[in-house]
């Protein structure tokens, strides 16, 4: 089964500060973190990899250069692969043209069975990027999901959160699925072996020129 996790780094919210004269987060000095909604994503793609007892996990972020640590922190949980689209052309991208560029990476990859994204990044917390890359992807989407039952290889159970309570559904692979952390959500921290480990797996970083001549024939 293939597995696919996008994921995003951002500021860690414990120390963001507001400029006070143009109301915006102020970047500058503060520690980036993997979003914790993704973490519990990538969590759940390892979990589900491990009780099929087969298959591989790519992870892909579109950021600026230090966006590496993070993709690093998922290798270490467990993805096996790596990719990070990054290039000053895709600075200030919105939501539409970020699920633009990872649907079109995920193309590049190839076939795939499952999307997982965050629900949403605790610094923008837009939760558009997932339904977006699920229209460019051309596939069904669930969000606000809680939980993933593995029926078999081509279908899911999923308990999806609503404002009365919860939908329990049932999604045919491909799918997209944007995932809620539990309340009592504490994201792990990898040990030093795989911490090491991760280094050692493939570790992709695509530019705008590499970009334009991988994806000439994806538009």
């Keep these: 089964m293939k597995l696919i996790a996008c994921i995003k780094q951002v500021p860690d919210t414990a120390e963001v500060k507001v400029d006070p004269k143009t109301h915006t987060l102020i970047r500058d000095g503060v520690p980036s973190i993997l979003n914790p909604y993704d973490q519990f994503a990538i969590e759940e793609c390892v979990r589900i990899k491990e009780e099929i007892g087969e298959g591989s996990i790519s992870v892909i972020t579109m950021g600026p250069p230090q966006a590496r640590s993070a993709l690093m922190r998922c290798l270490a949980l467990g993805a096996d692969e790596a990719i990070l689209i ?19 990476a995920i193309k590049k990859i190839g076939s795939f069975d499952i999307v997982f994204c965050g629900q949403q990044a605790i610094d923008g917390d837009t939760a558009q990027v997932g339904p977006e890359l699920a229209q460019q992807l051309g596939i069904p989407q669930v969000t606000y999901i809680e939980k993933i039952e593995i029926c078999n290889k081509h279908k899911l159970t999923i308990h999806k959160q609503t404002e009365d309570g919860y939908q329990i559904l049932e999604a045919k692979l491909p799918v ?17 072996s795989s911490i090491l480990k991760a280094k050692k797996k493939p570790f992709n970083v695509w530019d705008a020129k590499l970009w334009e001549a991988m994806n000439q024939n994806l538009v």
Excluded: R
């Excluded at 290039?87 to 079109?104: E, I, N, P, Q, V």
């Excluded at 309340?183 to 030093?192: A, G, K, L, W």
């Design 176 to 192: 997209l699925l944007a995932l809620l952390p539990p309340t009592s959500f504490q994201p792990e921290h990898p040990p030093m």
């Design 86 to 104: 990054s290039d000053k052309a895709f600075a200030g991208s919105d939501t539409w043209a970020t699920a633009y560029t990872l649907s079109l």
